[in-house]
């Protein structure tokens, strides 16, 4: 039997683009994950049109928001990007995988595995005075978490997360989140799942291989052998990390 569509969304600004990650990470989908019948929908600024033309692609063009004072833009653009998404797909779909270009499947998985409730840390702070405006909103989903008696479990993962259409929306309106930027997957996951016990990512997990220093590259070929999905920040970005990427995908063209 067929499976479900099951969508994949990456937001992306080419603007701040490194070297192949989007490429890269599409191909991780493609070769590893096992789901008959998907579609990853990238959706931002200056796409990509290399990615048109496949049917298991579909490119959305949507504007950044304005900068709105107190509130983290990047956060206020991941509500509009989903909700633009919900328009095309919600009838379609109950929920969708939520994703970034900096994570690459190097090793088979199914929906099952994005689903495995995962954090990041047992807990979180942030900072409030910081220049930095996601540390702001760290600090800022803190509060409102503790307003609201909520656990204040750190969901941020950097992996690919499930978000159901109905309690995503329902946040949205309960928190005003549209106009008010907060760490959508600390809200979303401490609200709904405040009395389940997350697996943490310890290093010892089979899930994530976090490149966040250019040393950490070193650690990619055994990650490979047992990880899930290799991820970078900014800092960790590298050309021996594309290197070896490129050379486990092999023919990676799309």
């Known amino acids: 039997m067929k499976d479900d569509l099951c969508i994949v969304v990456i937001p992306y600004n080419g603007n701040g683009a490194q070297g192949n990650e989007l490429k890269l990470a599409i191909r991780g989908w493609v070769t590893h994950f096992c789901h008959s019948n998907f579609k990853i929908v990238l959706v931002g600024e200056n796409l990509p049109k290399e990615f048109d033309g496949h049917d298991w692609m579909v490119l959305m063009e949507s504007k950044r928001v304005p900068e709105r004072a107190g509130s983290y833009r990047q ?4 509500v509009n990007c989903f909700l ?26 199914d929906l099952a595995d994005v689903q495995v409730l995962k954090a990041h840390a047992s807990s979180f702070c942030g900072d409030p005075t910081s220049t930095n405006g996601w540390k702001r909103d760290m600090a800022k989903t803190r509060a ?5 008696f909520l ?10 997360q499930w978000y159901d259409w109905e309690r995503l929306l329902m946040i949205y309106a309960l928190y005003g989140m549209r106009t008010e930027s907060y760490v959508f997957e600390n809200v979303y996951y401490n609200h709904y799942c405040g009395r ?14 976090g490149v966040w220093s250019k040393d950490d590259v070193k650690k990619v070929p055994e ?3 047992h ?3 290799i991820v970078n920040s ?7 990390l594309e290197d070896r990427l490129c050379k486990h995908y092999d023919d990676w063209s799309i």
Not at 93 to 104: E, K, L, M, N, R
Not at 197 to 209: I, V
């Open 223 to 225: 990650a490979m052998l």
């Open 84 to 109: 633009k998404v919900y328009e095309r797909f919600g009838d379609q779909t109950s929920g969708f995988i939520f994703t970034a270009d900096d994570v690459y499947a190097v090793n088979d998985f």
């Open 151 to 160: 656990p204040c479990v750190n969901y941020t993962t950097h992996l690919p």
């Open 234 to 240: 900014v800092d960790g970005w590298s050309r021996e």
């Open 75 to 78: 956060h206020l653009d991941y």
């Open 196 to 209: 389940r016990l997350p697996e943490l990512l310890d290093g010892n997990d089979r899930y994530r291989l």
């Open 144 to 148: 409102l978490l503790d307003r609201e």
């Open 227 to 229: 990880k899930i999905w």
